[in-house]
């Protein structure tokens, strides 16, 4: 048997290997690959011979990936999307100070875009394109280099780095505050939960000793905007990240009937936060890598805490 290291296999043995695995056809591979399908199959036992392995079970016409083509497909479907990446951007060699970023919806207007001119000092000819969009964007299909995405940092595939924790402040009209004596009465409630997250609200309710609810009007909305906006009109008790929450019950519109800090001494990994996320391969260029430290390097947690500061009359609470 031959040494699996002693060398990589040809790079046409792995797109043939790669459009075989997709297809589970030595013949549907051959169409797609505008070959016959003796020339897959000799492409497949080269692979094969390089390898010292069998990567195919076969089943009279029909063929099955085995657990050790499975394992190598991961590892080539990787490498190809790099490859393809790589292909696109040299491509598009004349818009390389190009820098397309894609952020919460929040994130953007309450953080992001009273400070991009900081980027722009230290980036003045980098071409920024900003768009703001709530779930995690495609980064092939939506042309995005960059996501600075909420959430609690697991994209797999992806580089993952914490820029602020989003501390929730639980909030409702004093109508609904008056009905609320304790934690307990929360179980009649009807919440307002964010899509992304069919964890938030049950952890917050375990932290507060409720474990069982019976109301069934909870409602799921899509951004903080419309969580915000859901909470002013009373339709049920919301979670508001600081800064709303401190405009809003300094003007008496909204009341936090549990205090404002009990996110706070929840456990780290119940916080969900804002992340900038992106492709590892995509650091490598310039001017993404320079982005990516200065949004790094921002100290994005001093607009919080002076809302919380507005909040309390105090200063912020550390969590």
């Known amino acids: ?42 492409q497949i036992k080269l692979l094969e011979d390089t390898l010292g392995a069998e990567l195919f079970e076969r089943k009279g016409r029909a063929i099955e990936p085995n657990e050790k083509a499975i394992l190598l497909a991961h590892f080539v479907q990787a490498a190809f999307d790099e490859l393809k990446e790589g292909v696109r951007r040299v491509a598009k060699s004349d818009t390389r100070n190009r820098i397309n970023v894609n952020a919460s919806p929040y994130f953007a207007t309450r953080y992001l875009l ?59 009209t004093p109508d609904i505050a008056r009905r609320l004596s304790g934690p307990l009465d929360l179980r009649a409630m009807p919440l307002l939960h964010p899509v992304l997250s069919a964890d938030l609200w049950p952890n917050v309710l375990r932290h507060l000793g409720v474990n069982e609810r019976t109301s069934k009007n909870d409602i799921q909305l899509a951004d903080a905007a419309t969580m915000r906006r859901g909470t002013l009109a009373g339709l049920g008790v919301g979670l508001l990240s600081t800064i709303d929450a401190a405009e809003d019950l ?59 500061r507005d909040l309390t009359g105090r200063a912020a609470i550390k969590g």
Not at 15 to 34: G, K, P, W, Y
Not at 137 to 150: E, L, N, R
Request: aromatic share 8%.
């Open 114 to 172: 009273d400070r991009i001119n900081r980027f722009r000092d230290i980036a003045p000819d980098a071409d920024l394109r900003l768009t703001t969009m709530v779930d995690l964007p495609d980064f092939v299909a939506d042309d995005v280099d960059v996501a600075i995405q909420w959430g609690f940092g697991s994209w797999a595939g992806h580089e993952a780095t914490l820029l602020l924790r989003d501390y929730k402040v639980i909030c409702c």
């Open 1 to 42: 048997m031959k040494n699996p290291h002693a060398r990589l296999p040809p790079l046409n043995a792995l797109r043939v290997f790669h459009t075989v695995v997709r297809h589970r056809s030595f013949r549907s591979a051959a169409d797609e690959l505008s070959v016959s399908p003796q020339a897959v199959s000799q």
């Open 250 to 308: 300094k003007l008496g519109k909204l009341v936090a009937p549990f205090g404002e800090a009990v996110m706070r001494r929840m456990p780290e990994s119940q916080i969900p936060g804002f992340y900038l996320v992106l492709p590892k391969a995509h650091r490598r260029m310039k001017t993404i890598a320079t982005f990516c430290n200065w949004i790094e390097a921002e100290n994005w947690l001093a607009a919080d805490d002076r809302g919380l």
